[in-house]
């Protein structure tokens, strides 16, 4: 029976099995909607990862502040992982239309949130961090009240973006309340702490997801995030006392004026017109086609304005000059573009491995990924107390880098009849190496930077990170479709679609092709995957190379007038900023 809005459950995976709701489709809307034979496939594992992301970068607030802070980002991981695996960009909420569910609504969210990153990073330097921060986790609790309760498609779409928005508020004032509240020589370790409360989320959040919509509704992966985040709410309330600043000089309407709206306004339009131009390219558009080219000239010429702009409008405008200007920061935006990117190509693409060539469930793949996750968390921990200890950045930040692009050069010799022992080894390589850098960018850029400028620069690494996950994602699926592609007009595999193999994705492909051809087509599968995974590989070296440029400033030390960057700090190791010693 078709499910209607009048059902207990009106989403179309109600009844699915946990298998189903969790198979992997690796490209699916890549060259349109499913062909009606096929059997609804829904997001893959990796897909799931990547729009959490920056909840890596999260910080937790010390002492009095620290548990809730922890919560709050370890709750806003969660959301982040199981959310983006019950929607489409066209959720069939009525039952009407074939439940696909494709990473460009990830990918979609993962843009849009790097330009409100930047806005939500002027708003927290000119109004109360606390009531700001308050203001982002109701308009999130109140999106994800929306999407619970939607009757149709329009209400969920609205609904996700407003918890979008309020999400994006929720990372940047996580940072800003951590400034506050730790002395600087401690947020490494706290910062550490939830890295490691990601990878609890990573690796539980999918599974969680499968249950819910199995067991009781698709609607709870947005019911969960309201108690929480009511209990966030009341010990921010209750707990978070931040010392006074200039923040609270001017009146609201003096403050809005200096939120630079036509910077706001230009950078939005860049990153809408960047997502359009990566989303058609999965959609069967060449990147030659004439819509891409005009989408990106489009985005870079709005970019350029965007920055003629900015230097303009000086320390007014939405990224001040002379913070981006600064090495540091400069060098931190463009390491966490480079990770960031590397990652999110990881959690991608090697859960189709797992599921493609070595015929996983969805479920086993999400297992087989925690190798990854436990041990960057790990990583991320021991190079806080490191960076603690010693008081430089840098170190973590370069080491780290070389040794992640180490292992990625191992990822890329994954075959059919690569043993546990080695793409566990592979995996752990990898994220050990990315684990100890992660963190770092953040780190350095409060090293120097004033207090009130944290923001500003957070936003910016913030924004680089997302920027750079969203690109490579799509970059990385293009060549992933190309290899399939040209394997079938190489004629390698005789008799098979290879159109509609991409379409039914990587686990039901199985179904569409004879025994005698399925290892052919396990070998090209695995071959396309090596293909998206050399990719990060250069962008590795990059890192590396960019972070050699952080500025070796030690978290110990005051924060002395910065020439450069025209900021400056008195805070001191063992005092918190805004207080007396």
Partial sequence: MTP??????????????????????????????????????VTPVGEQRYPMTESIKARPSASQHGSEDVQRQAADSTRR?????????????????????????????????????????????????????????????????????????????????????????????????????????????????VGLMFGVGASVGPLLGGVFTDLVTWRWCFYINLPLGG?????????????????????????????????????????????LALEHTTRGFSWNHPLIIWLLAGCGITAIIFMVWQWAKGDAALIPPRIIKQR??????????????????????????????KN?????????????????????????????????????????????????????????????????????????????????????????????????????????QSLGGAIFVSVGNSVFQHQLLKAADANLLPGVDIKQVIEAGATAFRDLISAEQLPAMIRVYN????????IPIPLGILATLIACFIEFRSVKKPIRTNEESGTCSTELSDQRPGTSA
């Fill in 4 to 41: 209607t809005c009048d059902d207990e459950d009106p989403y179309p995976l109600a009844g699915s099995s946990r298998d189903q709701f969790l198979r992997l489709h690796s490209s699916t809307s890549s060259l349109g909607r499913r062909n009606s034979s096929l059997k609804p496939q």
């Fill in 81 to 193: 992982t199981f959310e983006p695996m019950t929607l489409d960009e066209n959720p069939p909420v009525n039952g009407e239309m074939e439940p696909t569910i494709d990473y460009v609504t990830g990918l979609r969210l993962v843009l849009l949130m790097a330009g409100l990153m930047l806005v939500f990073g002027r708003i927290f330097m000119l109004y109360s961090v606390k009531w700001s921060y308050l203001t982002a986790m109701i308009l999130f609790e109140l999106g994800s009240l929306l999407c619970g309760l939607a009757p149709n498609s329009a209400t969920l779409i609205v609904g996700r973006a407003i918890a979008g928005f309020g999400s994006a508020g929720i990372l940047i004032g996580s940072f800003i309340i951590v400034t506050m509240a730790v002395p600087l020589q401690k947020r490494p370790v706290f910062t550490s702490v």
């Fill in 231 to 275: 209990v966030t709410i009341i010990c921010l309330i209750l707990f978070f006392k931040p010392h006074q600043s200039n923040r609270d000089a001017g009146t609201f309407l003096d403050k809005f004026k200096d939120l630079d709206i036509v910077g706001n306004i230009l950078i939005l339009g860049a990153f809408i017109m960047l997502f």
């Fill in 328 to 357: 540091t920061v400069a060098a931190s935006c463009g390491t966490a573009f480079m990770i960031y990117a590397i990652l999110i190509n990881m959690t991608f693409f090697l859960p189709i491995w797992f599921q493609a060539v």
């Fill in 360 to 464: 996983d469930t969805a479920m086993r793949s999400g297992v087989h990924m925690v190798p990854f996750f436990v041990t960057q968390s790990a990583f991320s921990l021991i190079a806080g107390g490191i960076v603690s200890k010693t008081g430089y950045a840098t170190p973590p930040a370069v080491i780290g880098s070389a040794i992640g692009t180490v292992g990625l050069g191992l990822l890329t010799l994954l075959r059919p009849g690569t043993g546990t022992a080695q793409w566990v080894g592979y995996e752990v390589l990898t994220s050990a190496g990315f684990g100890l850098s992660i963190q770092q960018c953040f780190t350095a850029v409060q090293t120097v930077l004033s207090e009130e400028d944290v923001a500003l620069g957070t936003a910016a690494v913030s924004a680089a």
């Fill in 527 to 534: 071959k396309a995957i090596q293909a998206a995974l050399i």
